[in-house]
């Protein structure tokens, strides 16, 4: 009588690999896009839009099990055969707005319903968050991912990973690692420091694996000083597992990486989104002796003690119809928050609803909830500002309104034919800025108040260019400076609202403005939040989570990015394909990039070298009201210290204040930067009047550099200084401790 194959349980797992075929083996470990697997494992059946699945061997009870993108919300198709309901998602705020909350609790809360989503549709691993640091502004990605610092991005991701987690489902931190630029992302080869690595690029990664242990890990496409990150066992095994304890699965980028057998051995176990070609590598592999069968086995058992975990094994029985109710007002919660104030002359904000406001701005009349590539997300709706406005109780000028009712529907027909024709990475053509003299001129006499929103969308697979995403175009600038000049001339207010991705240019224009908020790409919710911002029913609380420079040119890593323009088509991994496995070229910026600038990213560069080019630091923002800050205590303990910083809302309207901990070390046993983020609070809603006490812990680990010749963290002795800050350019309270 044959043996009863095992039936996996998670208490099986060994006699389960011991009873696998290399056939099943193989399958386990390549994504549902291979079909040469002939179990009947292939699940085209998953959940129709989910980016990739597993295969199943059903002679073992492994079920497959489904991995759906991103870090902005589930993105699954809104709609199927044959099905009558819709499958849409809630739209969050992107990455870079849940940052700029600095509020850990909330975005834990945004993991919390994004998970449930993600439960609910039947998925079992969402392909995030994505925790990159933003080396450049014009990176295509940078709205995905967090911040320049690696302690705040380390600690959002670990928010959104354990809200994520904590529905039963998986995340996949990603990309792992250095993935700073979208140009020849296949190829780019980065090439940066040990110090720089461990200091800026994989410390964010550290910090989540370390304190939330995310399901699995996306490896990058790129190589890292020589080694593709998915082929690293440096990487992958002696870092990842055995320095920092991650237990998970790690998994390719899509496409990502060539030798499949250098893959598994490395440590990535997961080949997505599969092929016959990498199915049929690692039989090749193992027959031929190049891939050992413990590696194989090893890797499986990994793969093996996801699919238990996961609510398909489990058998759980999805609805398909998550609260996306509930969701949207997370989302608006978590969008309010993230909202950051970065100018506010003579008290133009916020604005009443009895003041007529003029519209500006086409973005105003077409929001942008979200980027695009697999960041995107397909939402039920999204709230524009002219209907925030509207819903908020705002009256808007009707000759503005009258004139672009009509210019955006011409816009929208012009920009649905180019549309229509571009692949998915050609950037989508936006409906142009209009200067309508006559409206402008009219408007100024009639309404009291002009917003006018400027918006950038941009995403996977492409940087940004410069002279068309970076800085203001020139009808941008024609409309702003005609509008301020006729509202300026008869005594009346500008409001600029920024509906962006990243980093625009803001000096040589921001005098123009009597306000400027930065409302990023909100989600869904989004005319609501800035609705809200505007006319004071949300005090802003939201701070930079990165540096706004003065020019583009004062980038410390500008010498080193690559600068695309209209004669150099943007996305060179469509054209530079390897010969076999060795570049096929070595142009600097495209096949490999200097990381030159080191541990020098964003305010450690600027604070530390060239303050005076800084329009606005890291951690800026505005608000409302006022606080004080008082009675800062530094006491050890346990593994560091305990900092205390009294917190009083000094002004006449609620608020939420942000207390940034910088850290200014001696500096004598090598370069450091001029001070260092180590820990960070925001207050809960103070009432006028009323205090609170935030504390902030910091470790003594965190204070270690990596020294490069000793190959080891090293703490300095001497005299460090503690900076409760308010951005990174203005310290508050300094207390000095000795190590
Ligand atoms: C893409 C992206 C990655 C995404 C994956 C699946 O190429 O780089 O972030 O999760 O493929 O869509």
Same mark, same amino acid.
């Given at each position: 009588m044959a043996l009863q194959a095992p039936q996996l349980t998670p208490d099986n797992i060994r006699d389960v690999v011991a009873a696998m075929t290399l056939e099943e083996k193989a399958a386990v470990l390549v994504g549902g896009g291979s079909k040469a697997f002939n179990g009947i494992g292939n699940t085209d059946k998953g959940v129709p839009g989910a980016a990739g699945t597993t295969h199943a061997v059903p002679r073992l009870g492994i079920p497959s099990i489904v991995l759906a993108d991103g870090p902005a919300g589930l993105r699954i198709n809104p709609n199927r055969e044959g099905a009558e309901q819709t499958f849409y998602c809630t739209g969050f705020p992107i990455g870079t707005m849940l940052a700029s909350t600095w509020n850990t609790e909330l975005v834990e809360e945004v993991g919390r319903a994004m998970g449930n989503e993600v439960l609910e549709y039947g998925v079992d691993v969402i392909l995030g968050p994505g925790v990159n640091i933003h080396r450049n502004p014009l990176c295509g990605r940078n709205f995905e991912y967090y911040s320049e610092d690696p302690l705040l991005a380390g600690e959002m991701a670990a928010a959104m990973i354990s809200g994520i987690q904590s529905n039963g489902v998986g995340t996949s931190m990603k990309?792992?690692?250095?993935? !700073?630029? *979208?140009?020849?992302r296949l190829h780019n080869d980065a090439r940066l420091s040990e110090r720089a690595l461990r200091e800026i690029y994989l410390r964010n990664f550290e910090i989540a694996v370390r304190k939330a242990q995310p399901w699995t890990i996306m490896t990058s496409y790129n190589y890292i000083n020589g080694v593709h990150a998915s082929e690293s066992p440096d990487l992958l095994t002696g870092l990842l597992r055995d320095e920092w304890g991650f237990q998970g699965v790690v998994m390719t980028d899509w496409g990502g990486g060539y030798d499949t057998a250098a893959q598994i051995h490395a440590g990535n176990e997961m080949i997505q989104p599969g092929s016959d070609r990498r199915y049929q590598d690692i039989i090749d592999a193992v027959n031929e002796g190049r891939l050992a069968l413990a590696d194989l086995d090893r890797s499986v058992a990994r793969v093996l003690e996801l699919v238990v975990k996961s609510p398909k094994f489990k058998g759980y029985a999805y609805s398909d119809a998550p609260d996306l109710t509930a969701h949207a007002a997370v989302c608006r919660k978590a969008a309010d928050e993230g909202v950051v104030l970065m100018k506010n002359r003579s008290g133009a904000l916020p604005a009443s609803h009895a003041e007529k406001i003029a519209l500006f701005g086409v973005t105003s009349y077409q929001f942008i909830a979200g980027g695009t590539g697999s960041g995107n997300v397909h939402r039920p709706y999204v709230v524009d500002l002219r209907q925030g406005l509207a819903d908020a109780g705002f009256l808007v000028d009707m000759g503005v309104d009258a004139f672009y009712a009509s210019y955006m529907e011409d816009e929208a027909f012009r920009c649905n034919l180019i549309n229509g024709k !571009?692949?998915? #990475?050609?950037d989508r053509e936006r409906p142009l800025e209009a200067v309508p003299s006559e409206v402008i001129a009219a408007s100024a006499r009639t309404a009291d108040k002009a917003f006018i929103t400027f918006g950038r969308v941009f995403g996977e697979g492409k940087d940004r260019d410069l002279h068309y995403s970076y800085v203001l175009q020139e009808r941008e600038l024609e409309l702003l400076t005609a509008v301020s000049k006729a509202f300026h001339k008869a005594g009346k207010k500008v409001v600029v609202i920024l509906n962006i991705g990243g980093v625009v240019d803001m000096a040589p224009w921001q005098d123009l403005a009597d306000a400027i908020l930065i409302c990023w790409q909100?989600? *869904? *919710?989004g005319g609501n939040t800035v609705a809200a911002v505007l006319d004071g029913s949300v005090n802003p609380s939201g701070r930079l989570p990165m540096t706004i420079s003065?020019? #583009? *040119?004062?980038?410390?890593?500008a010498p080193n990015f690559p600068r695309i323009s209209a004669d150099k088509p943007f996305n060179y991994s469509f054209y530079r394909r390897l010969a076999g496995n060795k570049k096929a070229y070595d142009i600097k910026d495209i096949d490999y990039t200097d990381y030159e600038e080191g541990i020098y990213v964003g305010y450690r560069y600027f604070q530390t070298f060239a303050p005076r080019h800084v329009a606005y630091p890291f951690g800026y923002g505005l608000s409302y009201t006022s606080f004080k800050w008082g009675k800062m205590k530094v006491r050890e303990a346990g593994d560091g210290w305990d900092v205390t910083v009294q917190v009083t809302n000094a002004g006449d309207v609620p608020g939420k204040d942000v207390v940034e901990l910088f850290v200014h070390a001696p500096g004598k046993d090598m370069d450091k930067p001029e001070r260092e983020l180590k820990a960070f609070a925001k207050t809960p809603l103070l009432a006028p009047g009323e205090a609170c006490t935030v504390t902030l812990h910091v470790t003594r680990d965190s204070l270690a550099s990596w020294d490069e010749e000793a190959g080891t963290w090293a703490v300095e002795p001497g005299r460090y200084r503690f900076l409760a800050c308010s951005d990174a350019a203005t310290p508050v309270l300094r207390r000095r401790v000795r190590l």
């Open positions: 990309h792992f690692a250095v993935n !700073s630029q *979208e140009l020849n !571009s692949p998915w #990475y050609i909100p989600g *869904e *919710e003065k020019a #583009y *040119e004062y980038e410390p890593s």
